[in-house]
T-cell receptor, first 113, second 116 residues
Framework: AQSVTQLDSHVSVSEGTPVLLRCNYSSSYSPSLFWYVQHPNKGLQLLLKYTSAATLVKGINGFEAEFKKSETSFHLTKPSAHMSDAAEYFCVVSDHDGYALNFGKGTSLLVTP | EPEVTQTPSHQVTQMGQEVILRCVPISNHLYFYWYRQILGQKVEFLVS????????KSEIFDDQFSVERPDGSNFTLKIRSTKLEDSAMYFC??????????????FGSGTRLTVV
C-alpha cells in the first residue's frame, strides 16, 4: 500500500525567504504524487502533480517539487515566500490505477512579515 | 474555473439522527469521491463512485454510510444514524477519469459536520 510521511507538522518562514516542505513516500508501484494546499475555510486545491514524466514538476503560484526515487522523496519548494502562501499543505500519493488518494498529515506553513 | 460545490458548509446534528451531505461535482466529470478529515487527523478516503455504483470503499465506509447520485448533477453522502465520532470535515471530489493522473481531482470546500 502507498503512504506518505510529511516530516514537519509546522514550518515558519519569513516573507521573501525560501520554503521547503518535506515529504517521503512509500510505494510498491510507480506512484503518482500530488501536493494540495488548503487555505482557511477553503477546499483542497491542487498545487502540482508528478505522474512519471519529468522529475522536476512546476506548479501554481511559483511552487515546484522534485521526485527523487533514490530518496523516496517529493519535497515542495518555493524560492520566495509570500504572505498569501500561509496555509495547510498536504502531500498525497495515489494508488496504482486506483481511486483512493492517501494523504499525509499535513504541514502548516506560517509566513511572518 | 469549474468548482465542486458542497452544501451546507456547516451542519450540526444530534446523535442518532440521519444527515445528508450534498455535493455538485464538475459537470463533465465521471468519477466522484467522498473524503473526511477528523479534527487533527489525516484526510481519509471514504468511497468512490462511477457509473451509478460504488467502485471502491474504505473500511470506514460501513453500513451506516451510503452514496447516491439522485439526478444528473448532485452527489450525496448519507449517514443513517450519526455518532459522535462522525464529527469531521467531509470533502467531496470529482475527476474526469479514474485515478486522474493528468488533471488531478477537484475538491469542494467541505462540510463541517458536528454531532452533539
Amino acid at each position: 500500500a502507498q503512504s506518505v510521511t510529511q516530516l514537519d507538522s509546522h514550518v515558519s518562514v519569513s516573507e521573501g525567504t525560501p520554503v521547503l516542505l518535506r515529504c517521503n513516500y512509500s510505494s510498491s508501484y510507480s506512484p503518482s504524487l500530488f501536493w494540495y494546499v488548503q487555505h482557511p475555510n477553503k477546499g483542497l486545491q491542487l498545487l502540482l502533480k508528478y505522474t512519471s514524466a519529468a522529475t522536476l514538476v512546476k506548479g501554481i503560484n511559483g511552487f515546484e517539487a522534485e521526485f527523487k526515487k533514490s530518496e523516496t522523496s517529493f519535497h515542495l519548494t518555493k524560492p520566495s515566500a509570500h504572505m498569501s502562501d500561509a496555509a495547510e499543505y498536504f502531500c498525497v500519493v495515489s494508488d496504482h490505477d486506483g481511486y483512493a488518494l492517501n494523504f499525509g498529515k499535513g504541514t502548516s506553513l506560517l509566513v511572518t512579515p | 474555473e469549474p468548482e465542486v460545490t458542497q452544501t451546507p458548509s456547516h451542519q450540526v446534528t444530534q446523535m442518532g439522527q440521519e444527515v445528508i451531505l450534498r455535493c455538485v461535482p464538475i459537470s463533465n466529470h465521471l468519477y466522484f469521491y467522498w473524503y473526511r478529515q477528523i479534527l487533527g487527523q489525516k484526510v481519509e478516503f471514504l468511497v468512490s463512485f462511477y457509473n451509478n455504483e460504488i467502485s471502491e470503499k474504505s473500511e470506514i465506509f460501513d453500513d451506516q454510510f451510503s452514496v447516491e447520485r439522485p439526478d444528473g448533477s448532485n452527489f450525496t453522502l448519507k449517514i443513517r444514524s450519526t455518532k459522535l465520532e462522525d464529527s469531521a470535515m467531509y470533502f467531496c471530489a470529482s475527476s474526469l477519469t479514474a485515478g486522474d493522473r493528468t488533471y488531478g481531482y477537484t475538491f469542494g470546500s467541505g462540510t463541517r459536520l458536528t454531532v452533539v
